[in-house]
């Protein structure tokens, strides 16, 4: 099925370790981008992609990197997990010019203890 | 600044009446798109509908539709006949297009009961 895959969907870090967020996109859409969900501070954007090769930051990218090699796949790198990094994680994308929304992943739920 | 401010951290309706659920936005860009995503207690985000900047006419899709007030930087959701399926958290999101980038970025979420 044709859309936004995110895995893990759910993973327990201890504080310090890294681990790396995978997002894969089937319909050769430019724009991806993930996103953070907190309780009562709804989706904020960590970092964002408009094509292969361009990344930029979004509101809190602190503690975050990316990279963005093929158009299909934007991984989110955790480099030294805090327990503040405890969230649900969303991966979006959409195609050029689209009116019709952008296409979420089920999201990644992370616990850092 | 906060981009889309959503006021009503929580709201209620009895089953088959309309509700409104307030958006507003700031942008100086004249060029940017406004979204609702409805995200059910299942977690997943539902893409509801989408205003332009420039369309002339107010979304609609089924029982959803967009008062946009462009001179009060306004997006409101009005859902008509509301379903008891209709409980969920409501997003309203704003896509800026600036210098060939583009960036989605969202309000904080209004919870929306709906009451038998």
């Known amino acids: 099925n044709a859309g936004v895959t995110q895995t893990p969907k759910f993973q327990v870090l201890k504080t310090g370790q890294s681990m790396t967020l995978q997002c894969a996109q089937d319909?050769?859409?430019?724009?991806m981008s993930w996103y953070r969900q907190d309780p009562g501070m709804g989706l904020r954007l960590i970092h964002y992609s408009v094509g292969a090769g361009i990344t930029d930051q979004g509101e809190v990218p602190n503690g975050y990197n990316v990279s963005r090699s093929t158009t299909e796949d934007f991984p989110l790198r955790l480099l030294s997990a805090a327990p503040s990094q405890t969230s649900v994680y969303f991966c979006a994308s959409s195609g050029d010019g689209t009116n019709y929304g952008y296409t979420f992943g089920s999201g990644t739920r992370l616990t850092v203890v | 600044a906060q981009k889309i401010t959503q006021t009503q951290p929580g709201m209620f309706v009895q089953e088959k009446e309309a509700v409104t659920l307030d958006c507003t936005y700031d942008t100086s860009d004249p060029s940017y798109g406004l979204f609702w995503y409805k995200q059910p207690s299942s977690g997943e985000m539902i893409f509801l509908i989408y205003?332009?900047?420039?369309?002339?006419q107010n979304a609609t899709e089924g029982r959803y539709s967009l008062n946009f007030q462009k001179a009060r930087k306004s997006a409101n959701l009005v859902i008509s006949a509301s379903q008891l399926g209709d409980s969920a958290m409501y997003f309203c999101a704003m896509r800026e297009l600036q210098g060939g980038s583009e960036k989605l970025v969202f309000g904080k979420g209004t919870k929306l009961t709906v009451n038998p």
């Open positions: 319909m050769n859409h430019e724009y």
């Open positions: 205003q332009g900047s420039y369309d002339q």
